[in-house]
């Protein structure tokens, strides 16, 4: 086995940030999907009360997934160091050795 490689903040800070701009392409994503699907759903409605209920469930869900998505965020911010320092490490054991 190779000895471990010596990983930059700027190569940690570069896969953090595409992380980060995943998530909050993750989160537009959803929140365009959702949206398309409550205004087809809504000119399915009949009443008032059912597209209240709808729009309330589509804002409950899209609150928490969102509420998800940040609290994947904040970890990667937290423990940023810990999740990709090995995991960079390992990437250029493997190129070193290809």
Avoid: P
Wanted: charged share 25%.
């Amino acid at each position: 086995m190779g000895s471990k490689m010596e990983v930059s903040e700027a190569e940690i800070q570069k896969v953090y940030h595409r992380d980060c701009i995943l998530l909050a392409g993750f989160a537009i994503f959803m929140w365009c999907i959702l949206s398309t699907i409550l205004r087809q759903a809504l000119q399915v409605a009949g009443d008032s009360t059912t597209r209240t209920i709808m729009i309330c469930i589509a804002l409950v869900t899209g609150s928490a997934l969102s509420l998800g998505l940040f609290a994947v965020y904040r970890h990667l911010k937290r423990n940023k160091d810990v999740i990709y320092k090995e995991d960079l490490e390992n990437l250029k054991l493997q190129k070193k050795d290809a």
